[in-house]
Structure formats: C-alpha cells, structure tokens
T-cell receptor, first 112, second 114 residues
Framework: GQSLEQPSEVTAVEGAIVQINCTYQTSGFYGLSWYQQHDGGAPTFLSY????GLEETGRFSSFLSRSDSYGYLLLQELQMKDSASYFCAVRDLNTGFQKLVFGTGTRLLVSP | ETGVTQTPRHLVMGMTNKKSLKCEQHLGHNAMYWYKQSAKKPLELMFV???????ENNSVPSRFSPECPNSSHLFLHLHTLQPEDSALYLC?????????????FGSGTRLTVV
C-alpha cells in the first residue's frame, strides 16, 4: 500500500519562511502534489513534482527527492492568509494512474 | 467557486433516510472523483469516473452508490447510513492528459448522520 507522513502542525510568524516535509512509501511513484485547504473550503492545487528538484511558483516552492522518497513545501514571506492545512499527495501507478493518495495534512498557523 | 459545484453544502439525515449528493463541473474535465474527509484522517478516495465509466471503487460499502450520467455531473446516493459516515464529502475533477496534474475540488457537503 501507500503511506504519507507529514507533521500535524507547524506554527510561524508573518514574514517568516516555513518548510512542511512529506515522506512517502509507495511502490509505483508517479508524482508528488501539494494542496492547500482553508477551514470550510475546498482543497486547492498548489504544485506538482514528477522529477527531482525545486519547482517555484511565487512565494511557494516544492521540492522532490525520489531517491529519499521525500519532498517538502516551502512557503516564504508568510502572510496571515497562509494559515490553512497543507496536504501532500502521491500518484501511484501500481494502484491506477488516477488514484491520488493524500497525507493526513499539516495545519499551519501564522501569527502576527 | 472553483469550477466544481457541490450541493447541498450541509445535510443532516437519519439512518433510515435516502438522500443524494450532487456535483457539477464546468471545466470540461474528463475524470471525476468522490473523496471522504474525516477529522484527523487523510482524504479517502471513494470512487473514480473516467469518461463517465467507473474505473475505481475503493472498497466502499454498498450504502454509498455513485452515478455519473455524463462527464459534467456526478451523484452520490446515500441510504441506510451509519453515524460513522458523518464527514465532509468532496467531489473533484481533473483532466487526465499529459501536462495536467491537479485536481479541482468542490467545497464539499458536510454530512451528519443522526
């Protein structure tokens, strides 16, 4: 089967940088995604890494190391509106291309 | 709105009731999904439809019955549910083709079974 591990909660202050780690176990890895979900809202797609390295999209960057089965989401210049839950998710080929498996999520609390 | 609309937003039902959740996507995507989100648990994939054909049933109890009449609409029919089925039910869609990797989720239906 597949499993993903993330910290349950991270706290930081406005303007800081925070890194949310994700380690995964899967036999047919295809790609690592990140989603953001505000309380009461829909999960929204942030980024996707299929290959090793860093992908940058504005204040958010995502990193993948396939050899370490590890990735992280880096949030820079934190703002209050970044307080939300962040989920990593993997696409697993062995269980079907479309089966996107999610981690339990990391709750980010940004304080003034 | 995200392009995926779910109704109702909230639903309270008794264990003997029958109800349906509706999902509609306006994005022209070719795949749709039902996920269950419970507190302190990962999002659990329930059903996958690709071009209206069900391609995945993730060992979901038969009291949950999906229906996909066309590529834009997805339903989840509920009957004789249990209190442990109370959760947020999320619909998502995606374009399953090279270069497209993200799912678009609806805001979900908060279901309470009493």
């Amino acid at each position: 089967g597949q499993s993903l591990e993330q910290p349950s909660e991270v706290t930081a202050v406005e303007g800081a940088i925070v890194q949310i780690n994700c380690t995964y176990q899967t036999s047919g890895f295809y790609g690592l995604s990140w989603y953001q979900q505000h309380d009461g809202g829909a999960p929204t797609f942030l980024s996707y890494n299929a290959l090793d390295g860093l992908e940058e999209t504005g204040r958010f960057s995502s990193f993948l190391s396939r050899s370490d089965s590890y990735g992280y989401l880096l949030l820079q210049e934190l703002q209050m509106k970044d307080s939300a839950s962040y989920f990593c998710a993997v696409r697993d080929l062995n269980t079907g291309f479309q089966k996107l498996v999610f981690g339990t999520g990391t709750r980010l609390l940004v304080s003034p | 709105e995200t392009g995926v609309t779910q109704t109702p937003r909230h639903l309270v039902m008794g264990m003997t009731n029958k109800k349906s959740l509706k999902c509609e996507q306006h994005l022209g995507h070719n795949a749709m999904y039902w996920y269950k989100q419970s507190a302190k648990k990962p999002l659990e994939l329930m059903f996958v439809y690709n071009f209206k054909e069900q391609t995945e049933n993730n060992s979901v109890p038969s009291r949950f019955s999906p229906e996909c009449p066309n590529s834009s609409h997805l339903f989840l029919h509920l009957h004789t549910l249990q209190p442990e089925d109370s959760a947020l039910y999320l619909c998502a869609s995606s374009q399953e083709s090279p270069g497209h990797y993200g799912y678009t989720f609806g805001s979900g239906t908060r279901l309470t079974v009493v």
